[in-house]
């Protein structure tokens, strides 16, 4: 989603002309005005205490929530749009489909991990102090709650509310004559040849199912063509036949679209695959299995040849979760149970198709706009519309793109130009995840085809992006670009554009740094700042921290960027220290920190200082959170809210007021252990006044979101804001009418 959470394209608020939320102005650089006056509520901690309790342990397992607890919470936040009347129709249902995707990646990673973990019997605990075989019990019953809701608002809610609007999901049992010819004559053409029944006996054994693909066990009775007599059958679903297939229009009641399932398909004519023999039962499942990827460092010459051979290990890794028809019978589900080596709390029966996110293709195949989002422009600074030449405009300031509601082009025309420019000698890039086919990497190919000195640090284990980055990697080579794949035991998340150009008989140098991907579709749904600067100090960091990419030696001295694994949490931590200092001096202090996820615990420990100190920290924590707010005497001073909704939040903005000497930064790193100790990330302070001023409105707007925001309880659940007797404000339809350009 960036992992499970950040690869989902969340979100939502409804974009009606009609629309009731409010929203308030974050810039006087607006495209368009903002329809209602600005409000800003945030409190600014000045309130010094005595000192601190020296018998507090701040690393209490009790003052912390368990991670993969916390993930799971976010999973539900997200399922919860489903029933928000105030998102389209459409779009409920996309949220729910990208409920099943992020829980198909919990279970293949957060679940399989902690599998791994008791059955190599580590009982190693994280700061929560909670056992591995507690976590996967509390996980278990949390999610079987959660899926079986997860089908009811499925069946009683969004396909009810569906067929009122003309769309319709035909059930066997209400096909009419006309649509049972059709189906069975699709069957026969499209599915019958491309099926490959595999008979269970001593000669056939249960065979190897990739991971979360559709299959069928089909009980069986009689005898075939060698004599052999009925018994169990498997029937694996292609991957290459759609999983709704739209009826023609002239089958369908007047006024509707309507959709048949391929499972209805199978089980209406399952006997036709087994000619002869009389078929007593047929039953969808999915097997989920363990997708996460080790390299040894020790063990790997060349990390790319051991990732092939990795991507091909994870179609099928060890069983983790078993999802079967409700109607399945028991002595069947059992002897699914067996093969796969699960146990029955990894059993889940479901009320429709085993595979709801593949549902996520009728949505592009609609064409029903008033029943989804509607669309905008996205907008460009003043600064970008007014210049032809983007690295001119550079020298006469930084630029600041706020995505979606700023367009992600200027960036990808930034490379361009730097690719056609005679003057340009030298471009450095890298890239997490992006697509062999993008825009960036046509102009990177362009680039070097051009005779530019390209060098591209590509990430290969980009989690589930490993087959594409691996395609780009050999696009690029094949062009002639310089490709480094990095440092083995540390993943290059940072987000950095590196452009050298002889002007006028000197280099000058040009950067561009981000909290998001280079990548032009995910632009358009996550949330995520670009920085287009030629401040020559900003640009000598970023051009240090490729030297120690490419090449080797000590750590080099950087002057104004953080960089993971070598400065960064310290200085996060140093910084948050400090704010404490002020606020016990009587002085103004305050803290805002928007990020993904916040696990880390010495940062945790740090947040707990200061709001004991009596700093008032905001943290705006999309997903995983195991800090304990509202706790008397340790966390009181401490909110922390979640936002969901169109959009998935993604910037990572870190502010400390500093008594008024304040300081904004911006960053690839989330505060996890990961980011910070085990990636190659980079922290970057918005120079500019301007710039870091709209910054800090931006996140002032965050805080007073009364429509999409989750304030998290000190008991771990969060409650959603609601306006009641306040105008809504909804921070994302905000930045709508703030930046884009048409909204």
């Not at 990390?303 to 890794?317: I, K, M, N, V």
């Not at 579709?521 to 030297?547: G, R």
Request: glycine share 6%.
């Amino acid at each position: 989603m960036e992992d499970a959470q950040d690869r989902s394209s969340e979100s939502a608020v409804q974009n009606k002309p009609d629309s009731t939320i409010g929203t308030v102005s974050t810039t006087p650089d607006s495209s368009v005005d903002a329809p209602a006056p600005r409000l800003n509520h945030t409190r600014t901690g000045i309130r010094p205490k005595g000192p601190i309790d020296q018998e507090t342990d701040l690393s209490d397992p009790s003052l912390y929530f368990n991670r993969e607890l916390s993930h799971l919470q976010f999973n539900i936040r997200v399922l919860e749009q489903a029933l928000d009347e105030a998102h389209p129709l459409l779009n409920r249902l996309m949220f729910l489909l990208i409920f099943s995707s992020n829980m198909d990646e919990f279970f293949e990673i957060r679940v399989a991990g902690l599998k791994s973990q008791i059955a190599m019997g580590d009982d190693t605990t994280g700061a929560d102090g909670r056992r591995p075989q507690s976590v996967l019990e509390e996980v278990s019953r949390i999610a079987h709650e959660q899926v079986e809701r997860q089908y009811h608002i499925l069946n009683d809610t969004l396909i009810p509310a569906m067929e009122a609007q003309g769309i319709r999901f035909r059930r066997r049992g209400h096909w009419t004559k006309e649509q049972r010819a059709w189906v069975h004559d699709y069957f026969v053409r499209e599915i019958v040849p491309v099926v490959s029944p595999i008979g269970l006996d001593p000669s056939h054994p249960f065979p190897r199912l990739v991971n979360k693909s559709l299959n069928f066990i089909v009980a069986l009775e009689g005898k075939d063509a060698f004599g052999r007599e009925g018994g169990l059958a498997i029937l694996p679903a292609p991957r290459s036949l759609p999983r709704l297939i739209a009826l023609p229009q002239e089958l369908c009641e007047e006024g509707f679209v309507e959709y048949v399932f391929l499972s209805s398909m199978i089980h209406a004519h399952a006997d036709e695959v087994f000619p002869g023999m009389k078929v007593k039962g047929c039953y969808q499942f999915r097997v989920t299995r363990n997708a996460d990827m080790t390299v040894d460092p020790e063990e790997v010459s060349d990390l790319a040849s051991a990732l092939r051979g990795e991507l091909l290990a994870r179609r099928y890794g060890s069983g983790v979760r078993l999802e079967v028809a409700d109607n399945c019978p028991e002595e069947l589900s059992d002897f699914l149970i067996k093969q796969f080596q699960l146990v029955p709390n990894d059993l889940y029966r479901v009320q429709g198709p085993v595979n709801l996110t593949r549902m996520m293709s009728m949505l592009g195949d609609l064409d029903r706009p008033d029943l989804m989002y509607r669309s905008f422009t996205p907008g460009l600074p003043k600064t970008a519309k007014k210049s032809d030449s983007l690295l001119q405009a550079m020298q006469e300031g930084d630029i600041l793109l706020h995505h979606p509601f700023q367009a992600f082009s200027p960036v990808e025309e930034l490379l361009r130009e730097a690719a056609r420019d005679p003057d340009v000698l030298a471009i450095k890039q890298t890239l997490y995840r992006t697509g062999a086919d993008s825009p960036i990497v046509n102009a990177l190919v362009e680039a070097a085809s051009n005779g530019k000195e390209v060098t591209v640090v590509i990430e290969l284990r980009a989690r589930f992006d490993e087959a594409d980055n691996l395609a780009l990697a050999s696009r690029l080579q094949e062009a002639g670009a310089i490709v480094i794949y990095g440092v083995m035991a540390y993943k290059t998340h940072a987000k950095m554009m590196h452009i050298v150009r002889r002007e006028k008989g000197q280099l000058r140098h040009y950067a561009h740094l981000g909290t998001g991907n280079y990548h032009s579709k995910t632009a358009k749904l996550y949330t995520d700042y670009s920085l287009l600067t030629a401040n020559p100090k900003l640009c000598s960091d970023v051009h240090k921290v490729f030297q120690q990419l490419s090449g080797m030696g000590r750590a080099r001295e950087i002057e104004l960027l953080l960089h993971a694994p070598f400065t960064l949490h310290d200085r996060m931590v140093a910084m948050i220290d400090r704010e404490a200092d002020l606020a016990r001096k009587g002085k103004r202090a305050h803290i805002i920190i928007k990020c993904n996820s916040l696990t880390e615990p010495k940062l945790i420990r740090a947040l707990y200082r200061a709001s004991q100190a009596g700093v008032e920290c905001d943290l705006i924590i999309r997903g995983m959170c195991c800090l304990r707010p509202g706790l008397p005497d340790i966390s009181e001073n401490i909110r922390v809210r979640s936002i969901v909704g169109r959009f998935l939040e993604h910037t990572r903005v870190f502010h400390f007021h500093n008594d008024g000497d304040l300081e904004t930064w911006c960053s690839s790193a989330d505060f996890m252990a990961r980011n910070m100790f085990h990636r190659v990330e980079t922290c970057f302070p918005l120079l500019d006044k301007k710039i870091a001023a709209r910054v800090r409105k931006d996140l002032e707007t965050y805080l007073v979101d009364n429509c999409q925001s989750w304030l998290l309880q000190s008991d771990g659940s969060y409650t959603k804001q609601e306006p009641g007797d306040s105008d809504p404000i909804s921070a994302q339809e905000t930045m709508l009418y703030a930046y884009a350009a048409r909204a």
